[in-house]
């Protein structure tokens, strides 16, 4: 009988586990601002040494609002030398 406890016990703890990861895992996306839609870009460019995202916005006449609607997963905290930008597209 303890045997059969056990069993479930660790059955159900493991069930819990699983739901609970996957309700962190959703409640982050949205809390992340997980963007949806799909982007189409119709030009890029390679960052060069140097280059922020202002910069890159000033650069070309964008506003930040639309620069970061093509460039839904760009970190401009981090950006790299080499790395693609988008600089003209649309979001849907």
């Not at 479930?8 to 699983?18: C, D, E, K, P, R």
């Not at 309700?23 to 460019?45: P, Q």
Request: charged residues 15%.
């Amino acid at each position: 009988m303890t045997k059969a406890n056990n069993k479930m016990f660790i059955s159900l703890n493991l069930m819990l586990m699983l739901s609970l990861a996957i309700f962190i895992s959703m409640a982050e996306s949205r809390i992340l601002g997980a963007k949806t839609g799909t982007v189409f870009c119709d030009t890029v460019i390679g960052v060069e040494s140097g280059d922020t995202c202002s910069g890159i916005e000033q650069n070309f006449k964008l506003n930040a609002e639309f620069f970061d609607s093509i460039n839904p997963n760009l970190n401009c905290d981090a950006l790299f030398v080499g790395q693609w930008v988008c600089i003209d597209g649309f979001a849907n």
